[in-house]
Nanobody, 125 residues
Framework: QVQLVESGGDSVQAGGSLRLSCAAS????????MAWFRQAPGKEREGVAAISDRGVTYFADSLKGRFTISRDNTKNTMYLQMNSLKPEDTAMYYCAADAWVPLARRLVESEYGYWGQGTQVTVSS
């Protein structure tokens, strides 16, 4: 099993940047597929970005170019660098993990069995 704790959420103005972190503990983190999801008020949770155990990344089409996902297996931590933030990026951001996720489903919520508690990102105009 893996325990996940997100951090780095904050309130920023549009155009600003934030880096979210997801610290993992428990099982062998480096073997896990990881992802970021977000959920805005009144909306369904949506996939943001995913990264395989070998560092292959996958992004939601609408976020390519502004967000970067990475992981440091020596620190058991995954990151989400968010640039040029927009008010519509306001959401609770969650990290998720599972032992293996098919490439075509790396941004599908139901594929992940481990979740963090979330960190709030608020972007004001």
């Amino acid at each position: 099993q893996v325990q996940l704790v997100e951090s780095g959420g904050d309130s920023v103005q549009a155009g600003g940047s934030l880096r979210l972190s997801c610290a993992a503990s428990g099982d062998t983190y480096s073997y896990y597929y990881m992802a970021w999801f977000r959920q805005a008020p009144g909306k369904e949770r949506e996939g943001v970005a995913a990264i395989s155990d070998r560092g292959v990344t996958y992004f939601a089409d609408s976020l390519k170019g502004r967000f970067t996902i990475s992981r440091d297996n020596t620190k058991n931590t995954m990151y989400l660098q968010m640039n040029s933030l927009k008010p519509e990026d306001t959401a609770m951001y969650y990290c998720a993990a599972d032992a293996w996720v098919p490439l075509a489903r790396r941004l599908v919520e139901s594929e992940y069995g481990y979740w963090g508690q979330g960190t709030q990102v608020t972007v004001s105009s």
